[in-house]
T-cell receptor, first 114, second 110 residues
Framework: DGGITQSPKYLFRKEGQNVTLSCEQN?????MYWYRQDPGQGLRLIYY???????QKGDIAEGYSVSREKKESFPLTVTSAQKNPTAFYLC?????????????FGPGTRLTVT | GIQVEQSPPDLILQEGANSTLRCNFS?????LQWFHQNPWGQLINLFY???GTKQNGRLSATTVATERYSLLYISSSQTTDSGVYFC????????????FGAGTRLTVKP
């Protein structure tokens, strides 16, 4: 099936540890995104990538890093420099479907840091 | 960056009622999408609608790009319509930068 997978669904870490969230897509989309969602809030853009080996910062990139070595994969690392890492992280990709250029989302990863 | 404002922030309806959700944006846009976030956090695509009107069953959407707003209509609401509805836009510089509004939380009571 075509789609976007994120793993794991739930992730628990101790404060001070870096953690990497996985995002894979088999939709052949060029653009990929990472958003953060806090309880009761909207989605805030962390990073996005328009093409392999290229990415841009969103509004809240501090404390996060990404790589885009393959078209299918866009992992996000939450570093120990991120002050409040506990959140719901959503990955998306974007591409053409008939006449629309749409964004599609994965199921998300809930990260808890204690 | 572009500002995206959604209203109302919260909406409570009785099953069977109709509703209109609004999305205002501060700059000209290339693309606009409406999403529904279900209770498990999954975002479901509803409409890709940078301009014009579309309908899909009980849902329809209209975007008036020149006046910088979009409307999502839900008719004969059902309890399964509950959740958060988001509007997302891309500015007209066409750089794939998609930004979200804060959402409208809809609760449909039986």
């Amino acid at each position: 099936d075509g789609g976007i997978t994120q793993s794991p669904k739930y992730l628990f870490r101790k404060e001070g540890q870096n953690v990497t969230l996985s995002c894979e897509q088999n939709l052949n989309h060029d653009a990929m995104y990472w958003y953060r969602q806090d309880p009761g809030q909207g989605l805030r853009l962390i990073y996005y990538s328009q093409i392999v080996n290229d990415f841009q910062k969103g509004d809240i990139a501090e404390g996060y890093s990404v790589s885009r070595e393959k078209k299918e994969s866009f992992p996000l690392t939450v570093t120990s420099a991120q002050k409040n890492p506990t959140a719901f992280y959503l990955c998306a990709s974007r591409g053409w479907a008939e006449s629309s250029y749409e964004q599609y989302f994965g199921p998300g990863t809930r990260l808890t840091v204690t | 960056g572009i500002q995206v404002e959604q209203s109302p922030p919260d909406l409570i309806l009785q099953e069977g009622a109709n509703s209109t959700l609004r999305c205002n944006f501060s700059d000209s846009v290339n693309n606009l999408q409406w999403f529904h976030q279900n209770p498990w956090g999954q975002l479901i695509n509803l409409f890709y609608i940078p301009s014009g009107t579309k309908q899909n069953g009980r849902l329809s959407a209209t975007t008036v790009a020149t006046e910088r707003y979009s409307l999502l209509y839900i008719s004969s609401s059902q309890t399964t319509d509950s959740g958060v509805y988001f509007c997302a836009v891309e500015r007209s510089n066409n750089n794939n930068d998609m930004r979200f509004g804060a959402g409208t939380r809809l609760t449909v009571k039986p």
